[in-house]
T-cell receptor, first 117, second 111 residues
Framework: GAVVSQHPSRVICKSGTSVKIECRSL??????MFWYRQFPKQSLMLMAT?????????EQGVEKDKFLINHASLTLSTLTVTSAHPEDSSFYIC?????????????FGQGTRLTVV | GDSVTQMEGPVTLSEEAFLTINCTYT??????LFWYVQYPGEGLQLLLK?????DKGSNKGFEATYRKETTSFHLEKGSVQVSDSAVYFC??????????FGKGTTLSVSS
């Protein structure tokens, strides 16, 4: 199947700093990528839909100025957590489909464990 | 809006036991349904899917049938192994939008 690579897998940062997470589709072009956040022992919550060449669409309650998403190419989307605080500590996962349509499989990155100290 | 509800875990079984993880959904239209599995420290992997009513998805001994009349997509396996220990997520998708996930069910299988 298609491969989605996410980097870094684990990051620790100081409160007030910014962290960038990269999501790459390695063997396909993804016009749309999705960013999720997973709290311990809870489900994946969709944060935003990233569209190549245009602004991301954020879910209700997600601060767009805090979670900056850039989808500059068909194979790369980035999520930047700005001015991170301990409550931003979480597991962030990106996803992409290699083809459009609701029946197609979504491929997931390995996830990024962010810890803000 | 659309939603997925799956049984609370954790589910603890002995090896070779029968597994059922219940999943029901609420959706307008005709979504596609998925089961994803997350092994410790890893990302999500597609386990199986079904795209229309009465479809049965199957993989690695796991099965789930798309039941429109009961809006359900229960996951079953006849004989679980220790290696099946993971978190299982039921999900739905409509019109190419992002997946909507249930809360996940942790399965722990002991030998």
């Amino acid at each position: 199947g298609a491969v989605v690579s996410q980097h870094p897998s684990r990051v620790i940062c100081k409160s007030g700093t910014s962290v960038k997470i990269e999501c790459r589709s390695l063997d396909f072009q993804a016009t749309t990528m999705f960013w999720y956040r997973q709290f311990p022992k809870q489900s994946l919550m969709l944060m935003a839909t990233s569209n190549e060449g245009s602004k991301a669409t954020y879910e209700q309650g997600v601060e767009k100025d805090k979670f900056l998403i850039n989808h500059a190419s068909l194979t790369l989307s980035t999520l930047t957590v700005t001015s991170a605080h301990p409550e931003d500590s979480s597991f962030y996962i990106c996803s992409a489909r290699d083809r459009p349509g609701q029946n197609t499989e979504a491929f997931f990155g390995q996830g990024t464990r962010l810890t803000v100290v | 809006g659309d939603s997925v509800t799956q049984m609370e875990g954790p589910v603890t079984l002995s090896e070779e036991a029968f597994l059922t993880i219940n999943c029901t959904y609420t959706a307008t239209g005709y979504p596609s349904l998925f089961w994803y599995v997350q092994y410790p420290g890893e990302g999500l992997q597609l386990l199986l899917k079904a795209t229309k009513a009465d479809d049965k998805g199957s993989n690695k001994g796991f099965e789930a049938t798309y039941r429109k009349e009961t809006t359900s997509f229960h996951l079953e396996k006849g004989s679980v192994q220790v290696s099946d220990s993971a978190v299982y997520f039921c999900a739905l998708s409509q019109a190419g939008t992002a997946l909507i996930f249930g809360k996940g069910t942790t399965l722990s299988v002991s030998s």
